[in-house]
């Protein structure tokens, strides 16, 4: 009875069985893989229904933003992260995530965010290159998006949040017509604000560029490639919070005007985020305050009144500001030696009395810590030529802020090869930065470039790209190397300033100077009660609400980089932060660069590579480069040069020796010219046979002159005339009747070419 009725119940869900063939054992052993079978079945079912349900589960938004549809998915993927949003904007597909620890680190003193952009080359249908073909190290265009991304979204997490949070983008596939680092920055702002992270947002982040005086909302590759301006703005419900630019020369008005249509996109995408978070979003979590006890503050005030700590900050050099900090500390931890819970507080409590002190100093007193105007600019000085044998270098100082720039010539082949999302292959001009422990007066020793080194030089590199010349009026690959001295504030600023001049020095000839200033903040209880800063040293920056770094010539802006402690700054501030810069701009330029060197040298300097560029057929390139190359090995290794040839035809040949030069570029010349009657060639006697003598013009540029072709005189040897080796000059005589060219030495007229 009991087999009989496990088989009724199996049959129905497998009938390739015929049960009534078979024994008792064997349909018992049957019936244990049918129902093996069976729960299998049935939990592939569930697993498809909870699929079903998980997908009816997620929600998706979507909304135009600039002609293409941008599409947020949440619950999709990545359901273990504390807020997750699946990205599409177009065809490029984004995951950004947010995550935060359950409690915060033991003994830190400061926010620890970290933001991360990871470029999947699989997402352009590419393979890494390199012998690991994985992805390494993030690219310079990866660990710029990051801190875009960062510089928005740390200001609104709380001040006292000490939560280790990590905002991950990973760009899974990539639209030409959709920017993946805009896409980026839209889904960290999302994923927070629906996370459970305590986060004072939303904010969103529009680009803008400028095509033919027209602005372009979110421009395309393509757009992207051919437009003036390149501008990305962050804002909150109300105020701007971050500008990133780079400009050919944009004027201040222009550039307000875009900072503010942006400004207006964005609230367009502000109200879909909180569409989204209304549906989607979940209650923030408590955390454990770090703030410092309001009883140690007074405690600390009753030792260090007020206007004591004002003289204490009150210094010229930082380096007397920070010894009496020293001995302030030291003072403290004497007068609370019985109170051990304070002692590991005392310097996080002295950094915010010192902030206090200088915000209180600047806006209500209009005092600087150095003693400074409030629109006065550190005392400067520029030199140039201040490292021999260089290509070129030069030396600029702002207060205790000193760059030496050195710059490097090279032939176009040594411009540097990019692997990354875009079609970009290469950059021909390369900034460099370093910030080494001793400018700061500490000990540490450097691991390579950070993510500050690597931003600042691109920074400084965006600043100076508008003004280069092309590869047509200047064909070399340009690095400049910005090493940093000594640093209190600013020093990207001044490694605009320094490499300016520096490519002066060393005779490129760049279109326009230009200079680079940071202004800074300070603000009250209202939106009308702030003081700008101008050429903000360390401690404002420090201790201050802004570093508004603006580049740019005489006519206009080139680069701007926007940092903000705040929760934004209203359009009265950023027009004024522009103004200020560019007076403190020109005046950089007119009494402190210019007096160093005024305009570019005429000429490279005698240590840099000199480069001659010819034009030949394209079609003829073959025949310069031979087969396997051997042609253009033989000239290059007859005249020391290098030799650089593009698909249109453009030759580059860079060398040290001129005569050497121009004999290479004789030897191209004349291996892409067509033998025509009446020509004169110059070669050397390379083979001799009975019948006549081979002469070769160039590597792979040969002629044959016939025996009696060689003398005005009858002779019997072609060696009774010519030896090997022997430079000869020939003039060809056309076609024979075999269809041959023929040449002739005896034809020859002196003086004609």
Same mark, same amino acid.
């Given at each position: 009875?009991?087999?009989?009725?496990?088989?009724?119940?199996?049959?129905?869900?497998?009938?390739?069985?015929?049960?009534?063939?078979?024994?008792?054992? +064997?349909?018992?052993?049957?019936?244990?893989?049918?129902?093996?079978?069976?729960?299998?079945?049935?939990?592939?079912?569930?697993?498809?229904?909870?699929? &079903?349900?998980?997908?009816?589960?997620?929600?998706?938004?979507?909304?135009?933003?600039?002609?293409?549809?941008?599409?947020?998915?949440?619950?999709?993927?990545?359901?273990?992260?504390?807020?997750?949003?699946?990205?599409?904007?177009?065809?490029?597909?984004?995951?950004?995530?947010?995550?935060?620890?359950?409690?915060?680190?033991?003994?830190?003193?400061?926010?620890?965010?970290?933001?991360?952009?990871?470029?999947?080359?699989?997402?352009?249908?590419?393979?890494?290159?390199?012998?690991?073909?994985? !992805?390494?190290?993030?690219?310079?265009?990866?660990?710029?998006?990051?801190?875009?991304?960062?510089?928005?979204?740390?200001?609104?997490?709380?001040?006292?949040?000490?939560?280790?949070?990590?905002?991950?983008?990973?760009?899974?596939?990539?639209?030409?017509?959709?920017?993946?680092?805009?896409?980026?920055?839209?889904?960290?702002?999302?994923?927070?604000?629906?996370?459970?992270?305590?986060?004072?947002?939303?904010?969103?982040?529009?680009?803008?560029?400028?095509?033919?005086?027209?602005?372009?909302?979110?421009?395309?590759?393509?757009?992207?490639?051919?437009?003036?301006?390149?501008?990305?703005?962050?804002?909150?419900?109300?105020?701007?919070?971050?500008?990133?630019?780079?400009?050919?020369?944009?004027?201040?008005? &222009?550039?307000?005007?875009?900072?503010?249509?942006?400004?207006?996109?964005?609230?367009?995408?502000?109200?879909?985020?909180?569409?989204?978070?209304?549906?989607?979003?979940?209650?923030?979590?408590?955390?454990?305050?770090?703030?410092?006890?309001?009883?140690?503050?007074?405690?600390?005030?009753?030792?260090?009144?007020?206007?004591?700590?004002?003289?204490?900050?009150?210094?010229?050099?930082?380096?007397?500001?920070?010894?009496?900090?020293?001995?302030?500390?030291?003072?403290?931890?004497?007068?609370?030696?019985?109170?051990?819970?304070?002692?590991?507080?005392?310097?996080?409590?002295?950094?915010?009395?010192?902030?206090?002190?200088?915000?209180?100093?600047?806006?209500?007193?209009?005092?600087?810590?150095?003693?400074?105007?409030?629109?006065?600019?550190?005392?400067?000085?520029?030199?140039?030529?201040?490292?021999?044998?260089?290509?070129?270098?030069?030396?600029?100082?702002?207060?205790?802020?000193?760059?030496?720039?050195?710059?490097?010539?090279?032939?176009?082949?040594?411009?540097?090869? #990019?692997?990354?999302?875009?079609?970009?292959?290469?950059?021909?001009?390369?900034?460099?930065?370093?910030?080494?422990?001793?400018?700061?007066?500490?000990?540490?020793?450097?691991?390579?470039?950070?993510?500050?080194?690597?931003?600042?030089?691109?920074?400084?590199?965006?600043?100076?790209?508008?003004?280069?010349?092309?590869?047509? !009026?200047?064909?070399?690959?340009?690095?400049?190397?910005? !090493?940093?001295?000594?640093?209190?504030?600013?020093?990207?600023?001044?490694?605009?300033?320094?490499?300016?001049?520096?490519?002066?020095?060393?005779?490129?000839?760049?279109?326009?100077?230009?200079?680079?200033?940071?202004?800074? #903040?300070?603000?009250?209880?209202?939106?009308?009660?702030?003081?700008?800063?101008?050429?903000?040293?360390?401690?404002?920056?420090?201790?201050?609400?802004?570093?508004?770094?603006?580049?740019?010539?005489?006519?206009?802006?080139?680069?701007?980089?926007?940092?903000?402690?705040?929760?934004?700054?209203?359009?009265?501030?950023?027009?004024?932060?522009?103004?200020?810069?560019?007076?403190?701009?020109?005046?950089?330029?007119?009494?402190?660069?210019?007096?160093?060197?005024? !305009?570019?040298?005429?000429?490279?300097?005698?240590?840099?590579?000199?480069?001659?560029?010819?034009?030949?057929?394209?079609?003829?390139?073959?025949?310069?480069?031979?087969?396997?190359?051997?042609?253009?090995?033989?000239?290059?290794?007859?005249?020391?040069?290098?030799?650089?040839?593009?698909?249109?035809?453009?030759?580059?040949?860079?060398?040290?020796?001129?005569?050497?030069?121009?004999?290479?570029? &004789?030897?191209?010349?004349?291996?892409?010219?067509?033998?025509? +009657?009446?020509?004169?060639?110059?070669?050397?006697?390379?083979?001799?046979?009975?019948?006549?003598?081979?002469?070769?013009?160039?590597?792979?540029?040969?002629?044959?002159?016939?025996?009696?072709?060689?003398?005005?005189?009858?002779?019997?040897?072609?060696?009774?005339?010519?030896?090997?080796?022997?430079?000869?000059?020939?003039?060809?005589?056309?076609?024979?009747?075999?269809?041959?060219?023929?040449?002739?030495?005896?034809?020859?007229?002196?003086?004609?070419?």
């Amino acid at each position: 009875m009991i087999i009989i009725r496990l088989s009724i119940d199996i049959v129905p869900l497998y009938g390739c069985f015929d049960f009534r063939e078979c024994t008792s054992t +064997e349909i018992f052993c049957i019936n244990e893989l049918c129902v093996y079978f069976s729960v299998v079945s049935v939990s592939s079912a569930r697993t498809k229904n909870n699929l &079903k349900r998980r997908q009816d589960m997620y929600k998706s938004f979507s909304m135009e933003l600039a002609g293409r549809t941008l599409t947020v998915d949440v619950g999709r993927v990545a359901a273990q992260a504390n807020g997750a949003a699946f990205m599409h904007y177009g065809d490029t597909t984004v995951l950004s995530t947010a995550t935060a620890s359950e409690k915060p680190r033991d003994g830190i003193d400061f926010f620890p965010l970290s933001v991360e952009y990871e470029e999947k080359l699989y997402a352009v249908g590419k393979i890494p290159g390199g012998f690991n073909k994985r !992805e390494g190290k993030a690219s310079e265009n990866a660990i710029l998006t990051s801190r875009v991304i960062d510089r928005p979204m740390r200001p609104l997490f709380p001040k006292d949040y000490r939560n280790d949070v990590t905002l991950n983008n990973m760009v899974m596939s990539v639209d030409p017509e959709c920017a993946p680092e805009l896409t980026a920055m839209l889904g960290s702002a999302i994923a927070v604000a629906i996370s459970d992270i305590p986060f004072d947002g939303p904010c969103a982040t529009t680009q803008v560029g400028l095509i033919d005086g027209e602005f372009v909302i979110n421009p395309n590759a393509s757009q992207n490639a051919v437009s003036d301006l390149k501008l990305t703005v962050a804002s909150t419900r109300d105020k701007v919070i971050m500008i990133e630019a780079g400009a050919n020369e944009v004027p201040e008005a &222009k550039m307000v005007e875009a900072i503010y249509k942006a400004h207006e996109v964005n609230q367009q995408v502000i109200a879909f985020i909180d569409k989204i978070v209304a549906e989607c979003g979940k209650p923030k979590h408590e955390y454990t305050s770090c703030a410092i006890p309001e009883k140690l503050f007074a405690a600390i005030k009753e030792i260090v009144p007020p206007a004591e700590m004002e003289v204490v900050m009150f210094a010229p050099e930082k380096q007397v500001r920070e010894e009496r900090i020293r001995n302030l500390k030291d003072k403290l931890a004497e007068c609370f030696a019985d109170k051990e819970d304070w002692l590991p507080l005392i310097d996080e409590a002295v950094y915010q009395y010192e902030k206090k002190t200088v915000r209180k100093m600047i806006l209500k007193d209009h005092k600087r810590p150095d003693g400074r105007e409030i629109t006065q600019i550190r005392p400067l000085a520029a030199e140039v030529d201040i490292i021999p044998r260089v290509h070129g270098s030069a030396m600029f100082t702002r207060g205790q802020t000193q760059i030496c720039n050195v710059c490097t010539l090279a032939p176009l082949s040594e411009a540097q090869k #990019l692997d990354g999302l875009d079609d970009t292959t290469s950059k021909r001009y390369m900034h460099h930065y370093n910030f080494p422990a001793y400018s700061v007066g500490e000990t540490k020793v450097s691991r390579g470039p950070g993510r500050r080194e690597i931003g600042h030089g691109a920074l400084a590199e965006r600043a100076l790209v508008p003004v280069l010349p092309s590869e047509e !009026e200047f064909p070399y690959a340009i690095r400049t190397v910005s !090493e940093t001295f000594e640093s209190n504030g600013s020093t990207s600023m001044a490694s605009t300033c320094a490499s300016c001049m520096s490519l002066m020095a060393a005779g490129v000839p760049i279109k326009k100077m230009v200079a680079g200033i940071s202004c800074g #903040l300070v603000t009250g209880e209202t939106d009308d009660d702030y003081v700008l800063l101008t050429d903000i040293q360390g401690l404002e920056d420090f201790f201050g609400d802004m570093d508004f770094k603006v580049t740019g010539t005489t006519d206009g802006i080139t680069a701007i980089q926007m940092d903000i402690k705040i929760h934004g700054l209203t359009r009265p501030i950023v027009e004024g932060a522009i103004a200020r810069c560019r007076e403190a701009r020109l005046f950089i330029m007119d009494n402190c660069m210019k007096p160093a060197i005024a !305009e570019p040298r005429k000429e490279v300097g005698p240590y840099a590579p000199k480069i001659v560029q010819i034009q030949i057929d394209p079609a003829k390139i073959g025949d310069v480069v031979g087969q396997r190359g051997k042609t253009i090995n033989a000239i290059i290794d007859e005249t020391g040069v290098k030799i650089d040839i593009t698909d249109d035809g453009a030759v580059s040949v860079c060398g040290t020796d001129k005569d050497m030069m121009d004999k290479a570029i &004789k030897y191209i010349k004349t291996i892409v010219t067509d033998y025509e +009657e009446g020509q004169v060639f110059e070669g050397k006697v390379i083979s001799i046979k009975e019948f006549g003598a081979f002469i070769e013009f160039a590597p792979g540029k040969e002629g044959m002159v016939h025996i009696s072709k060689i003398s005005k005189e009858r002779i019997e040897h072609v060696e009774d005339v010519l030896t090997l080796g022997d430079i000869v000059k020939v003039v060809c005589l056309g076609k024979d009747k075999m269809g041959r060219y023929s040449f002739s030495i005896k034809d020859y007229k002196e003086g004609t070419n």
